[in-house]
């Protein structure tokens, strides 16, 4: 063992000594032939040990080193830190590692959630003699229970909503969604569909757990975008109450995620890229800033202007429009390379942007949108029809078409609820206006006498008068668009009454005799002639 160490001694020193020649165990060791003397053998012990008190002695800095300066020995604390740099590094290495698997395979990343059915109540004992009555099945229950979520297992759906948020407003539970975009993902083939809902559709407004609310809390029904204030915006519940309005809509499809993003983010992302080359279809002007079509390259607030444009066009063309301008500026990350840059631009605009996704679940959907082709990115829209109900402009659903879209992306058949069908709509207004028919028809007769005495009689009337007259007029004008049978019967009388009042008054001066208009010059009448009145007659 002594001879052993001396030898590890010896070739560490390796300069007084020379190192034994080594032979390959096919021809045996050194010792196998060389047989050193007794001799021979105390003088290369005698060699030993000077050496090692040469170095103890360089060691403990009696004696320098020959030919070189001494190196400092490194002491315990410098040991046990050079391990524990050595250990970050390997930890460090094997993070990145797991980082870049986990990307590289989001269903991990994405599993599925789905809510804990609540228990069911236990039913009491009934009363012998007395059935028990059959407890009214809840619609949103039947229609999540056709939903087959094992199909979801390694797909993954994300509401897009785009916030119209202005800088006199800081509140976002203030605002209603401008965008709303399903995103649904299926990883194990990398294809992706957007499917648009347009923001005025006729659907019932849901809870976050996709429970139509009851008529006691306030509208069953109502535009799509009004989910996100009914929620009470993003302070409170407003992504819940989307994703859960959307979810019912679809079936009981379920949504895991949300990403809520201002209008500064679509200006901030294209600038970010450097602009998008587009080739421009309607002419914009908006806020004094005018964008003519053609092939042009666009800046982040000229893409704004062009995604936000309504007039002159309908929502449904610019739901499309919003579409072509995100397959663009796709396209263009995707051929420029700047989609891997997708995590960072994100870090750069997240103080815009609201979301529960993690930091690796949107490198990872990066990933996934760098390898996957824009054959793969499929556009959609919820088709249906421009409807007038209640003085109100609403997207009347075809829930037929929809059933099929969702047939296809899906690969599921639900039956959707028929209440929101715009076939069904439009029969419900129908008949809510043969229930008012007479209320209708006398307000229409008391509007038709106001326009018959301004257009033919204006010179005539006082301006306290006149001023009244038409302010009556303009609130039964909105109760007739309305619809509603509470205001109609409201603001049919007083105005009937006025018009009534004033052509007595014009038939005493015999201006209604061949119901001419007078002239300009043509004594108008008296300001008392008809009296003054702060309220409506009635």
Not at 194 to 220: F, L, T
Not at 289 to 306: C, E, N, S
Not at 385 to 394: A, K, P, Q, R
Not at 473 to 500: F, I, M, N, R
Request: with cysteine; aromatic share 6%.
């Amino acid at each position: 063992m002594q001879n052993d160490q001396d030898s590890r001694k010896i070739r560490r020193v390796g300069k007084d000594v020379p190192a034994a020649p080594q032979i390959d165990e096919q021809y045996g060791t050194a010792q196998d032939f060389v047989q050193p003397s007794e001799a021979a053998k105390q003088a290369a012990d005698a060699a030993v040990q000077r050496h090692l008190a040469r170095e103890q002695a360089q060691d403990e800095g009696k004696m320098p080193r020959a030919g070189k300066r001494r190196k400092k020995k490194m002491g315990r604390t410098g040991r046990v830190i050079l391990w524990v740099l050595l250990a970050l590094l390997v930890v460090g290495g094997v993070s990145l590692a797991k980082f870049y698997y986990d990307i590289s395979h989001p269903q991990s990343l994405f599993q599925e959630e789905t809510a804990t059915p609540a228990p069911s109540a236990t039913p009491a004992d009934a009363t012998p003699g007395i059935p028990t009555p059959t407890p009214t099945p809840d619609p949103s229950e039947q229609l999540l229970s056709q939903a087959d979520l094992e199909f979801m297992k390694n797909r993954v759906n994300i509401l897009m909503l785009g916030i119209d948020e202005s800088t006199e407003r800081a509140n976002w539970g203030s605002f209603r969604t401008d965008t709303m975009i399903l995103v649904s993902i299926d990883f194990d083939t990398s294809k992706v569909d957007m499917i648009s809902i347009p923001r005025d559709s006729y659907v019932k407004i849901c809870n976050g757990s996709g429970k139509v609310r009851s008529a006691e809390n306030g509208a069953q029904y109502g535009k799509i975008n009004s989910a996100f204030p009914t929620g009470g915006g993003a302070q409170k519940n407003g992504f819940e109450y989307a994703m859960g309005t959307v979810s019912y809509l679809l079936g009981g499809i379920p949504i895991q995620y949300y990403v809520g993003f201002n209008m500064n983010v679509v200006k901030q992302v294209v600038d970010a890229m450097g602009g998008v080359d587009y080739d421009v279809d309607i002419e914009v002007n908006m806020n004094g800033r005018k964008l003519l079509p053609g092939m042009q390259h666009m800046d982040g607030q000229a893409v704004l202007d062009y995604s936000r444009q309504r007039k002159g066009s309908s929502d449904i063309a610019r739901v499309d429009r919003q579409q072509r301008i995100l397959f663009a500026i796709f396209s263009q990350l995707k051929s420029t390379g700047q989609i891997v840059h997708l995590p960072e631009i994100y870090q750069a605009v997240e103080q815009n942007i609201q979301t529960n996704l993690s930091f690796k679940q949107i490198s990872s959907l990066a990933l996934l949108a760098m390898q996957m082709d824009t054959t793969q990115l499929g556009r959609h829209t919820v088709d249906g029809e421009f409807l007038n109900m209640y003085g109100i402009s609403y997207w009347g659903l075809h829930t037929g078409k929809l059933e099929t879209m969702i047939k296809e992306i899906f690969g599921i058949s639900v039956s959707l609820d028929s209440d929101v069908n715009a076939s069904n709509v439009r029969a419900q207004i129908q008949a809510n206006r043969a229930l008012i028919a007479a209320e209708l028809a006398a307000a229409n007769a008391a509007i038709e006498n106001a326009n018959y005495i301004l257009g033919n009689f204006d010179a005539w009337l006082a301006d306290g008068t006149r001023s009244q007259l038409k302010s009556a007029k303009s609130q039964l004008e909105d109760a007739v668009e309305a619809e509603d049978k509470a205001l109609l019967d409201t603001y049919t009388a007083p105005l009937a009454q006025l018009c009534d009042t004033i052509l007595a008054q014009l038939q005493s001066y015999g201006a209604l005799d061949g119901a001419a208009r007078p002239e300009v010059t043509q004594t108008p009448l008296p300001e008392d002639a008809i009296p003054e009145l702060d309220e409506p007659v009635g």
